[in-house]
C-alpha cells in the first residue's frame, strides 16, 4: 500500500509565500554572471547587481509588465541633455502596483548615443520598477546606483556600456567570468540581531547599525541605497530566526 504524504492543505493550512520568498526562489535559478548573465557583481563594489534579464524573469515570475507613462528630454547644462523615463508597473488584472523611474544623460562616461541612452533610462525604469514590485530592492542593486556611486567617487573607473550594464576597465580581461561573492562569510552561525523581550524589538547587535531596532536599520539601509539588507540575506551562515525577522523587517511585519 503506498504511502500518503501529508501537506499543509490536507491539515486545512494554507502556506502563502511572501513577494520576498518569491523573489528569493526566482534568484535561485537566475543565471550568476555579469555578462550575458541574470545578476553578477562588479569588481570593486559589494552587493548584487541586477541585470534586465534578470528584472525580466521576476515580471514573468509574478505576472507583472510595464507600460510607459513618459518620456522627457531636457538640456542639463550647457551642451548636455538628460532622459526620463517613467513607468507604471502593472499586475495581470491590469493594476498599477508600483512605477519605476529611470534617468540617463550624455555626460555618463562612454555613452555619447541618444538612441542607447533613451533605451538604457528606460531598461533602469523597468528594473526599479520591477525591483520594488517583488520587493526584490534588499536582494539587488542595480546600474544606476552604481552611476551615483561612481559620480561621488565611491567607485573607481566605472563606466556602462551599450547595455547600460557596469563594468570596470581595469579588470577588462576577467569580465564573463563568474563573480563569487567579495566576502568571506567563514563558517559560523550568523545572529547580527536579538530579540529584546522587553520591548518586544529585534536589537541589532553588529556593525554601524549596532544597538539600533531592526526595521530602523533596515528602513536607513533602504533609505540611504546602501547594500547592507542584501549582505545580510546573502551569507549563508545567518540563523533561521534572524533571517525570517529580516524578512519581516523589510515587508513592514515587524
Not at 555618463?108 to 520591477?130: N, T
Not at 566605472?158 to 561573492?181: A, E, H, I, L, P
Not at 545572529?191 to 526595521?215: C, M, Q, R, S, Y
Request: proline share 2%.
Amino acid at each position: 500500500m503506498a504511502s500518503k504524504d501529508i501537506h499543509p492543505e490536507d491539515l486545512g493550512e494554507f502556506v502563502v509565500e511572501t513577494k520576498l520568498q518569491r523573489s528569493m526562489k526566482v534568484k535561485e535559478t537566475m543565471v550568476e554572471d555579469i555578462k550575458g548573465g541574470d545578476y553578477g557583481q562588479i569588481k570593486g563594489v559589494t552587493g548584487t547587481f541586477l541585470l534586465i534579464s534578470g528584472a525580466a524573469k521576476l515580471a514573468d515570475e509574478f505576472g507583472y509588465y510595464a507600460v510607459l507613462k513618459e518620456l522627457k528630454e531636457e538640456p542639463l547644462g550647457e551642451s548636455n541633455l538628460k532622459i526620463t523615463t517613467i513607468l507604471d508597473i502593472m499586475d495581470e488584472d491590469g493594476k498599477q502596483i508600483g512605477s519605476g523611474v529611470g534617468t540617463w544623460d550624455t555626460t555618463e562616461r562612454g555613452l555619447p548615443d541618444r538612441q542607447r541612452g533613451m533605451a538604457i533610462s528606460f531598461k533602469r525604469a523597468f528594473v526599479l520598477g520591477i525591483r520594488y514590485a517583488c520587493n526584490a530592492f534588499g536582494l539587488f542593486s542595480q546600474d544606476e546606483d552604481i552611476v551615483k556611486r561612481s559620480e561621488a567617487g565611491e567607485v573607481a573607473d566605472v563606466f556602462q556600456n551599450t547595455q547600460g550594464q557596469s563594468y570596470q576597465r581595469k579588470n577588462s580581461q576577467d569580465q564573463g567570468k563568474k563573480n563569487k561573492s567579495a566576502y568571506n562569510y567563514g563558517d559560523e552561525p550568523f545572529a547580527p540581531w536579538d530579540f529584546d523581550k522587553e520591548t518586544g524589538a529585534w536589537i541589532v547587535n553588529k556593525g554601524g547599525h549596532k544597538g539600533k531596532d531592526l526595521i530602523d536599520a533596515v528602513r536607513e539601509a533602504q533609505a540611504n541605497s546602501t547594500n547592507w539588507v542584501e549582505w545580510q540575506l546573502n551569507n549563508p551562515n545567518l540563523v533561521e530566526e534572524c533571517k525570517k525577522a529580516l524578512i519581516d523587517a523589510i515587508e513592514g511585519k515587524l
